[in-house]
């Protein structure tokens, strides 16, 4: 792969296929320490990256850009409206902090993180609130309190007012199903550009695909490469000493055969290269890979079989 494909979105706006994933973990010194690993990222070429306010990383991606010295017009930064921000802030104020954090002044996507909206006390930082979750979770107890207000639909109007004004060039949704879609189509009046889901040959959602192909909506792949249980997969591995290329490679090769964005995450600079150079996979191999679909999730339901508060059904799942 000579240079980074970039994908058409329905405003026009063409995105680098191949993004940065820039979740890096739950301590304030792991979000700090990832500076050095987006300023690698942007060195070997990467000019997509994948953040959001929940992270905790808006400033240090910031930090590293500023480091970095690239122009901002040559960089595409996606953040997310953290899940309680809807019942807390308005989105605008929402969105405004997240731009401070990052140090520019609008955002080339913009996304609603989930369908539901967390209950959440005021102040609390995101990897804070985040640690204390994690630990509930573990205790076997329900992590994640919800709101049955703003609805999703609601929220989405200032999303759209922020598109409007140019301070999110693009807005979209992450981790919306066909069900959550629908609803959220009964009263949008921008249609989201992109959804953000959890996406490998392990979970392959076809319908889902051919679902936002019809609405306009391009999906963007996280978890893109389903980690060592697809990684070590035997076809996958046989597809890999074909293609004289890594399992990883094979798989996020896969994803831009269907159309989707990558946004792999790697600290390690020859990893980040490699993701960014893939081969081109033959039709029939991109149907056998395809084939391995089990509907296997990795983002996991919590002790109550709820996922951050909703059932899957609720999600649509
Ligand atoms: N919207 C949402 O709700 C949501 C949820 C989850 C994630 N995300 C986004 O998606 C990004 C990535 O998600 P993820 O971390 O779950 O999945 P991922 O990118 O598929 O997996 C990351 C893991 O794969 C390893 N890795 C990366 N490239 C590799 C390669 N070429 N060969 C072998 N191992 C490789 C990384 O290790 P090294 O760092 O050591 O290379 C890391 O442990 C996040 O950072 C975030 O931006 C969004």
Redesign the pocket.
Known sequence: MDSVPKFKLNTGAQMPAIGM???AGFSEEEAEGAVSWFLTALKVGYRHF???WM?GTEKYLGEAIRQSGIPREELWINT?LAWHHPGLKTVEESLAESLRNLGTDYVDSY?L??PQVVDWPYGVGALDMLRKAAKLFQEGKEPIAVRDSPTFNETWTGMEAVYRKGKARNIGV??FSVKTLEKLLETAKVVPAID???L?PYLVQEDLRTYCDAKGIRLVA??????NAV?TNPLIVELAEKYKA????VVLAWHLARGVIV??????PQ??R??LNLPSLEPGDVQRISALDRNER??KAGPTGKANGWTHEQLGW
């Open positions: 994933g820039c979740w994948d953040t959001a992270y997310k996304l993180h989930w992450s981790n953000q889901v959890e490998h996280y978890t893109a490469t389903g980690y990684l890594s399992p990883a490679q946004v792999p995450k790697s600290a390690d990893r980040q490699a993701n990795y983002t």
